[in-house]
């Protein structure tokens, strides 16, 4: 049986941060009378990011965790509650965000296929108005976030729950996305087909289920 629907992961894969998180939690540093490089914080944000993602659920209290680990000592103690609201709306505004290079082009490709295509991010309900901010939410059928859900990515449970509400089986689906374990394993493992996003290719995704970009991607398809 064939893919009928394609499911896209957010962060990472469909979406990056404008112009880097670390230059983001920069720029909003600097407003509460701290400071550090945006290099240093991209790269404490990733290793906090990694330690935390794949066992709690990517609510608030989730990500106050993340920016503590972060930030470190780079915000003045009295001002982290205030530092935090403040980055916290700015993640949630559409101008943080930038679409992937080749997305809608891709995208386009498989609906003249005729396949849906729905997002399935580990993410939390600020999701819901980046996508209607950078005006693509008509692009998708469902937006599946697993704050709302309540179970993460590579669990089955949440790949189960778009299979129920889709009311597909997992041979009809497709999963998307950049993250080895969450997205291209977790799909794997739950029976559906899967694609790995991402430049550099792992030695556990064959070549087949490989697209370094949406670009490749879309020649793919072409070909």
Known sequence: MSVTHLTVDAAGTLLR???????IYAEVLELHG?????????????NAFRKLSIKKNMDKIFWM?????????????????SFFEDLWNTF??????????????????????GLGISVLSN???????VLCDLGIRKWFHKVFISEEIGTLKPSAEIFRHVERTLNYKPVELMHIGDSLE??????????????????????????????????????????
Request: net charge positive; with cysteine; glycine share 8%.
């Open 65 to 81: 965790e993340v920016v503590r680990r972060t930030i470190g000592d780079a915000c003045p103690f009295n001002r982290f509650e």
């Open 182 to 223: 969450a997205d291209y394993l977790g799909a794997i493992r739950a029976g559906w087909q899967s694609k790995f996003l991402r430049r550099d290719k792992p030695r556990r995704v064959p070549r087949k289920d490989w697209w370094p970009d949406w670009k490749y991607a879309l020649k793919c398809l072409n070909s």
């Open 92 to 113: 949630a505004e559409g101008r943080r965000w930038s679409i992937a290079s080749g997305v809608e082009e891709t995208l386009d490709e498989f609906r003249k296929k």
């Open 17 to 23: 941060p404008h112009p880097s998180v670390g230059a």
């Open 34 to 46: 701290g400071h550090a490089e945006p290099s240093y914080l991209e790269a404490r944000f990733a």
């Open 123 to 129: 993410n939390d309900g600020r999701l819901h108005k």
